[in-house]
C-alpha cells in the first residue's frame, strides 16, 4: 500500500487494487502532474500473497480512506482478481468499483472527488473510455480534413 492520508471530510477516498504494482505506479503518475493526493492509496494484488491477507489490506485501505463521503475502488480488469475481490466488499459501506483503470480515469477521480460518489462514478467511467484513442486514426481524420 502507498501512504495512507485521511481524505477531507465530504472527498470520496479512492483505493486503486490492480494486479502486482500497477495501482501504485498509476498513483505515482498521477501525483506527478497533480500533486501530493489525500485518502488514495494502492492494493497490490500477486501469488505471493496469501488471499486472505490481501483481503485484509483491502479492507484495511478501504477504511482508512473513508471519511464518510464513500469510497472509489478503482480495478484493473473486470474478472480478474482484484476486481473480484472488491466486488465481494459491496453492501459492506458506501462503495462502488469501477474496472478498467487507466491514468485519465484516476486523473477525473482525484480531480473530482466532492462529488457524490454515484456521479464520481459516472466521471470516472466516462474519463476512462475518452482516454482510450487510436492515435493513427485521431492523426488520419485530421489530415484528410484539412
Do not use: W
Not at 9 to 38: F, P
Not at 74 to 87: K, R, V, Y
Amino acid at each position: 500500500m502507498t501512504k495512507e492520508k485521511k481524505a477531507k471530510g465530504g472527498d470520496v477516498g479512492v483505493v486503486v487494487v490492480t494486479h502486482t504494482d500497477y495501482g501504485t505506479r498509476l498513483i505515482a503518475a498521477a501525483e506527478m502532474i497533480l500533486g501530493s493526493q489525500r485518502a488514495c492509496v494502492a492494493v497490490s494484488v500477486d501469488t505471493a500473497t496469501e488471499m486472505d491477507k490481501t483481503m485484509d489490506a483491502l479492507r484495511q485501505a478501504v477504511a482508512s480512506v473513508d471519511a464518510g463521503s464513500g469510497v472509489m475502488l478503482l480495478t484493473d480488469m473486470f474478472g480478474g482478481t482484484p476486481t473480484n475481490l472488491s466486488l465481494s466488499l459491496l453492501g459492506t459501506g458506501k462503495l462502488e468499483v469501477i474496472t478498467g483503470v487507466n491514468l485519465p480515469m484516476l486523473l477525473k477521480v482525484l480531480g473530482m472527488r466532492a462529488l457524490p460518489l454515484s456521479r464520481l462514478a459516472d466521471e470516472a467511467k466516462a474519463a476512462g473510455i475518452q482516454g482510450i484513442v487510436v492515435a493513427g486514426e485521431v492523426l488520419r481524420q485530421k489530415v484528410a480534413g484539412g
